[in-house]
């Protein structure tokens, strides 16, 4: 590995050689754990939506338990 530096004598913009292809592969990094990170939240809500769909059904369930008396086969 080498390291690129720049000239003091340089005015502006001036492509360094092989610079970019850290900049990229930072950049691939960045966008990986952002896409790790989105999958992660969609996950967990995922899992939250389907806790609390199980513990409505509890509740429906116990309130036409209480409505019609003790019911068999619940």
């Known amino acids: 590995m080498e390291i ?3 000239s003091d004598d340089t005015k502006g913009l001036v492509v360094l050689p092989r610079r970019w292809v850290v900049e990229r592969t930072f950049f691939r990094f960045g966008e990986t ?11 967990l809500a995922f899992r939250r ?3 609390a769909q ?16 003790p019911q068999t086969g619940w």
Do not use: F, P, T
């Open 4 to 6: 690129v530096k720049r």
């Open 33 to 43: 754990l952002a896409q790790l990170r989105y999958s992660r939240l969609i996950q």
């Open 49 to 51: 939506l389907a806790r």
């Open 54 to 69: 199980v513990v409505n059904s509890k509740k429906h369930r116990c309130a036409i338990r209480d409505e019609h008396g």
